[in-house]
């Protein structure tokens, strides 16, 4: 896979992530730990976007 097609793809899974923040912290019932975990999984994803985008 090329550089910038796995950067492409890093791109929308974080796109994805932050649709399901938003929509976790929209919900009444939501689970903080949950959202939090997303929150992170969304931080890395963008650090390794960084990364490579600099690289």
Do not use: F
């Amino acid at each position: 896979m090329a550089l910038s097609s796995h950067v492409q793809e890093l791109r929308k899974k974080h796109e994805t992530l932050s649709k399901r923040v938003e929509e976790a912290q929209r919900s009444p019932g939501a689970d903080d730990l949950r959202i939090s975990e997303l929150k992170k999984q969304k931080l890395r994803l963008k650090e390794e976007i960084e990364r490579l985008s600099h690289a």
